[in-house]
Structure formats: structure tokens, C-alpha cells
């Protein structure tokens, strides 16, 4: 039977036990160990063979010793509660592996505690809020689990019910637990079959041209308006001077008769009458433009 490696990556208690096991078996005296403890040593863990003087000498309890020191979990235990109380379930990570980690997580920050039922209590909480998921934590909470083993059967039951039923009725839920709200995807779908996206940009383009035209022809005839409404203003200010010499005491002795004293060879009825046949013709025609636009 063979060790494996040890890189420092993994955990120091694990491979120390896989060691012993090997040891064992296959019947390893004290020299034969730290010879084989030596050799099992790969990558940054194999540095304490000479950072810290010649390792020739170094008996099997020392090796073991120091590789505890450096790798093991002694005098960290704070730091493994903060992990274990801020630890959340990550994208793409199965319940089996959260178990896990709440698992060895417990054991470095309680080691004396971390079987005993309150260890068991303890963990359980935290893997339950490590969830991230409010229906599923609740669906937990409400069936009461003892231990951490039945929190996770009871997740896996539940959420195995939750994806079932969210499939046939809702869009599936992502990896973190959470349900998407809106289907991006589909809302392009059915925005690209109502308006082809190729044709957007021009179909954009002729609208504001066709507005662009409309604005300017409503300018110009209001303009052109404008000019109207002054001529018939100058027209009405003229007439009402001619209307007012006209109506002098001198001219009421022929009024209704086509006799009286004459202005310029004309008669003063005739040239009232020509006076008001030029302009009342030019106000109406006025009067319909401004009504007609």
C-alpha cells in the first residue's frame, strides 16, 4: 500500500490518518516513516525539509509535528467560525458538497464539540442559512431536523420537489436557487418576430423624414397665414377711412339716389358703390382663405 502526495493543499489530518493506515498495513518502523513522510512531500509542503535547518536528522514526531504547526487548524478556530457563520451555498455547487464543507468547517472551528448534539444543532443552523434559497430554507425549517444528515436529505427532497414543480409551471430556477423573474430570451423572440430587426433602423428613418416634411409645410402656411391676416387688416383700416368721409352730413341729402355732387367727373354714389366692390370682394376672398386652412 502506497501514501499519496501531500502539497499542502489538502487538509493535514486527512493525509496524516491515510498515512498512519499505510504505516500500519504494511508494517513501517519509526525510521521507515519519516523516510516515506519525506517523500510524500510535494510542492510547498516539501520546504519544511530545509527552511528550518537540515532535515537528515528529523525524526518522524518532528516532521509530524511541524507539518501540524504550518497546516493544521490549532489556534485558528476563530477564524474557521467566521467562515463556517459567513459560508453560503456557491453557484453550480450541489447540496452534497455544501454538506461537506459545513462538515470540516465544523470540525476545525469545534473540534471538541463538533459530534456532540450540540455540535449537531450547530450545524444544522448554519447549513440551512447556508442555503440561499427562502423557500427552500423554510420547506427545511418547517420539518424540523435534528441532526445535520436529515437537514440535507430534507433539502435534497425538497428541492428536488421544487425543481419538478417550477419546471412544469415557471422558468426553470438558476443554479444559485433563485427563480428568473422575466425570460429575456423569449421577450427578443417575440419583439424580433413582431418588428424585424434589419428593418428597424429604416423604417425609423422614413417615419422622421415623413415628420420632418409635415412640420415644414405647416411653416409655410403659417406664413403665408400671416401675410393674409395683414393684408385684411390694411384693407379693413382703409375701408373704414373711406367709410367714415362718406358718411359726411354733406352727402345725406342724396342718400339712396344715384344724384349728388360729383368728385373727379364721378358721382359721389357711384364711387362709394366702386369704392365698396373693391374691397368687400377682397375681404371675403380673405375671410376664405383664413377659414379654409
Request: glycine share 8%; with cysteine.
Amino acid at each position: 500500500m502506497k501514501p499519496d502526495k501531500f502539497s499542502g493543499a489538502s487538509s493535514i489530518d486527512t493525509f496524516l490518518i491515510q498515512f498512519k493506515t499505510c504505516a500500519e498495513y504494511n508494517g513501517w518502523r519509526d525510521r521507515d516513516k519519516a523516510a516515506q513522510l519525506k517523500c510524500c512531500l510535494i510542492g510547498s509542503a516539501a520546504q519544511i525539509l530545509w527552511d528550518s535547518g537540515s532535515g537528515e536528522g528529523m525524526t518522524y514526531d518532528d516532521l509530524v509535528g511541524k507539518l501540524k504547526a504550518r497546516y493544521g487548524s490549532a489556534g485558528l478556530h476563530e477564524r474557521f467560525a467566521t467562515e463556517l457563520r459567513a459560508r453560503r451555498r456557491r453557484p453550480n455547487e450541489t447540496l452534497a458538497e455544501l454538506h461537506s464543507d459545513i462538515r470540516r468547517l465544523m470540525a476545525l472551528a469545534y473540534p471538541s464539540t463538533s459530534y456532540t448534539h450540540l455540535g449537531e444543532e450547530i450545524a444544522r443552523d448554519h447549513f440551512t442559512t447556508a442555503l440561499a434559497d427562502r423557500d427552500l430554507e423554510l420547506k427545511v425549517r418547517d420539518r424540523d431536523p435534528i441532526t445535520l444528515d436529515e437537514a440535507f436529505r430534507m433539502a435534497v427532497r425538497a428541492e428536488t420537489h421544487l425543481r419538478v414543480y417550477e419546471g412544469e409551471r415557471d422558468p426553470p430556477r438558476d443554479a444559485g436557487g433563485r427563480r428568473d423573474r422575466y425570460d429575456e430570451g423569449r421577450a427578443r423572440q417575440v419583439i424580433g418576430a413582431a418588428i424585424p430587426v434589419d428593418t428597424i433602423g429604416g423604417a425609423g428613418d422614413a417615419v422622421t423624414r415623413q415628420l420632418n416634411a409635415q412640420l415644414e409645410r405647416c411653416q409655410r402656411e403659417r406664413d403665408e397665414l400671416r401675410k393674409e391676416l395683414g393684408r385684411l387688416k390694411v384693407l379693413n383700416d382703409q375701408f373704414e377711412g373711406r367709410n367714415t368721409v362718406s358718411s359726411k352730413p354733406s352727402f345725406a341729402p342724396y342718400a339712396g339716389t344715384n344724384r349728388g355732387p360729383a368728385q373727379n367727373g364721378v358721382p359721389r354714389i357711384g364711387l362709394l358703390r366702386r369704392t365698396i366692390g373693391c374691397v368687400f370682394p377682397v375681404i371675403s376672398r380673405d375671410i376664405w382663405l383664413v377659414t379654409a386652412r
